[in-house]
């Protein structure tokens, strides 16, 4: 009869004194009042009556006594065991770690405060606005981790407000919460989880279908266990991203290079196996560059996520593809049967990416070269395969972009000169290998010379004067054109101006700006800088700009030209009738000059579409007042006709080809009068 009173009292501990004391209290009272009635009955005389007294008060201390010890020992062994299981409680959680501890507390949680179930949740979703439980225990089964929406939960209190404690009617309170509704929760006890930033990173609870015995202990336990459960959660997050970053890409979400190699060295194997023949395939995005330079690294990183989302929709389940870094792209194939198949996927992959990209209200064009390896033909190993698929890539970049190849073996040999044309390019600026060609330009009479065309060329200790077309395309890759560029127009600007003091006539030099150093964002200003220092006049100047290179962001070249035409430069577009411009976005940009195509020229008095394209071009460039300068031209036919159709300059071999500086200097002395001859030839050789 004792032992249900003295549970029910010590459940509040706080309290405790004051109740044992009432207890006693009643015990007196109710002793007094009924001792006395029952010896007045038994005991009419006075001295036994008396001797009675005393006995009851010798009673009295001795049951009063024995019910003070029996409280107190209850309470003192309740506490002790509370003690003891909670001792051992923190002992075995904080001796478990990851999924073991997560498991062991939700576990003894429920066992302590006898309640039904028990979870430890983290935050998901783009808000955080669902729950996804990391370990769950209910009492009467295994339950698995399961996924919930955090509104109208108890749970949502508990992440916005902090501790929520409800002792009963749970699905009162919150009706729309179909899983306590579900498992038929009564009571609740919730409190969030905090990382180092003070963030709530999830919610750890327990329910019971019954009203919980202990509140107060729950929400204890609950407090002491928080922080080492957050601890806990936040390493196990920390650990995911670690190994995330580790196998995945963190821009794209793709598979990075150590993933790729692990899966390609599993597939293989299992290739020679099942007599399968798996392909790499390495995909590049032709001059993917200019995006990051024209419209910012922000936009060309949305541009390769969706380049990565766009490879994987055209892949099969068990393709793998993973971002190499930057631009570059590997692809798996583990199932093909044969080389038709790699092909035919290669295929469908640059058809996927020509589709327009939308970026910031800019629609951008992508091209992609492909290489490809085939094992176990061009490769019996992981570092082979991926080697030579890297060879092929090159290979299709140097037949154009825009396409796929096989390896085959004798690319080796072509990528090994490759690698040392480039390494010896980088040392032609330092060693002084570069040199200055002009080609004149002459009025279309062919009378007078009135420009000249700045050139490149490289002329190689070993090799002699290296063709334009082996070294310019590799720099432009490499980026070593831009500080070529930027030498071409230094030499240039004091080259003219050098000519200018030696007293010959003014002309206007023509420097091509390739597409790397157009997207420079301080192109304008090295240009001023560069006619600051040489001291030659802006209107001197000619840029010369590629039709396809103002295309590919007509906006943003609008913006650039028109910055360098603020400096006074003269622009020119190089092989106009080769790119795709319109007359609408024509007469936006800020150009002087168009400059026909040597192709067009060519075949002027045998081609009547290409005599149509030039009628056309000189026709449209007049109607916006701008000249036309030809290139390429060879034969007196050929002038002539340019002659007959009002062509405004001329260039080709048929006046000269691109001569050395000292050559261009004779040919100026010649038209020359006698003393600006003889004063020009002092100055030059000064200088």
Not at 197 to 222: T, W
Not at 291 to 317: I, M, P, S
Not at 580 to 596: E, G, N, R, V
């Amino acid at each position: 009869m004792i032992r249900p009173i003295v549970r029910r009292f010590c459940a509040d501990k706080k309290r405790l004194p004051l109740k044992i004391s009432l207890i006693y209290a009643l015990f007196g009272v109710l002793w007094i009042f009924l001792s006395d009635s029952l010896l007045e009955l038994l005991f009419t005389d006075p001295l036994r009556h008396y001797r009675s007294q005393t006995l009851k008060g010798w009673v009295f201390v001795l049951l009063s006594a024995g019910l003070l010890y029996a409280v107190i020992e209850h309470y003192r062994r309740a506490l002790f065991r509370t003690e003891e299981s909670f001792d051992e409680l923190v002992q075995g959680v904080s001796a478990a770690t990851g999924e073991a501890f997560f498991s062991l507390l939700t576990q003894s949680l429920c066992q302590a405060l006898k309640a039904d179930f028990a979870f430890i949740g983290e935050l998901t979703g783009e808000d955080g606005n669902r729950v996804r439980t990391v370990a769950v225990y209910a009492q009467d089964g295994e339950v698995d981790n399961f996924e919930f929406v955090l509104a109208g939960t108890p749970c949502e209190q508990v992440v916005s407000r902090g501790l929520v404690s409800l002792p009963a009617d749970v699905c009162r309170h919150f009706p729309e919460d179909s899983l306590a509704a579900t498992l038929g929760v009564t009571s609740y006890v919730g409190i969030p989880l905090f990382d180092a930033e003070g963030q709530v990173i999830g919610p750890m609870a327990v329910l019971s279908r019954r009203p919980l015995a202990d509140m107060a202990l729950a929400v204890k336990m609950l407090k002491v266990f928080s922080l080492r459960a957050a601890a806990e959660l936040q390493r196990a997050r920390s650990e995911k991203t670690i190994e995330y970053m580790a196998f995945y890409d963190p821009l794209t979400g793709l598979a990075n290079k150590r993933l790729f190699q692990d899966r390609l060295e599993q597939a293989l194997p299992q290739a020679r196996r099942a007599k399968r023949f798996p392909a790499v395939l390495f995909l590049d995005l032709d001059r993917f560059r200019n995006v990051n330079d024209t419209l910012g690294h922000a936009a060309g990183d949305q541009v390769l996520k969706e380049v990565g989302e766009r490879l994987q929709l055209t892949l099969r389940k068990d393709d793998t593809v993973a971002r190499l870094g930057g631009d570059e792209f590997l692809i798996l194939l583990p199932n093909i049967r044969q080389a038709e198949d790699a092909a035919h996927v290669a295929e469908k992959l640059i058809s996927g990416l020509r589709v327009p990209f939308e970026v910031d209200g800019f629609e951008l064009h992508l091209a992609a070269s492909i290489g490809i390896a085939i094992f176990p033909f061009d490769g019996e190993n992981s570092d082979s395969l991926l080697r030579n698929a890297d060879t092929a890539l090159n290979r299709a970049k140097e037949l154009g972009r825009n396409n796929y190849q096989f390896y085959l073996a004798e690319m080796n040999e072509s990528s090994l000169n490759r690698l040392g044309m480039e390494s010896q390019l980088r040392k032609a600026l330092e060693r002084g290998e570069l040199r200055l060609h002009f080609q004149p330009q002459y009025e279309v009479s062919g009378a007078r010379m009135v420009g000249l065309e700045a050139l490149l060329r490289w002329e190689h200790p070993e090799r002699g004067m290296v063709p334009p077309a082996e070294f310019i395309p590799l720099a432009e890759e490499t980026g070593l054109i831009v500080p070529m560029g930027e030498w071409v127009l230094r030499q240039a600007c004091a080259q003219n101006r050098a000519w200018q003091a030696a007293g010959f006539a003014p002309l206007r030099v023509a420097v091509n700006i390739s597409a790397r150093q157009f997207h420079q964002h301080d192109l304008a200003r090295l240009v001023r800088d560069v006619l600051e220092e040489t001291g030659l006049e802006p209107q001197w100047l000619e840029l010369e700009i590629t039709e396809s290179l103002i295309m590919q962001d007509s906006q943003g070249a609008v913006q650039k030209l028109s910055q360098l035409r603020d400096l006074g430069v003269q622009i020119a577009i190089d092989d106009f009738g080769t790119g795709y411009s319109s007359l609408s976005y024509l007469k936006k940009f800020p150009i002087q000059t168009l400059k026909i195509d040597r192709s067009f020229v060519k075949d002027l008095g045998r081609n009547r579409d290409d005599a149509a394209i030039v009628d056309a071009v000189i026709a449209l460039a007049h109607s916006l007042s701008m000249d036309v300068v030809a290139e390429g031209v060879e034969t007196a036919d050929q002038l002539g006709l340019l002659r007959g159709k009002k062509c405004n300059r001329v260039q080709g071999f048929f006046f000269h080809p691109p001569l050395p500086g000292e050559q261009i200097t004779w040919l100026l002395e010649q038209t020359a009068t006698p003393e600006v001859a003889e004063e020009s030839s002092l100055l030059c050789s000064a200088l």
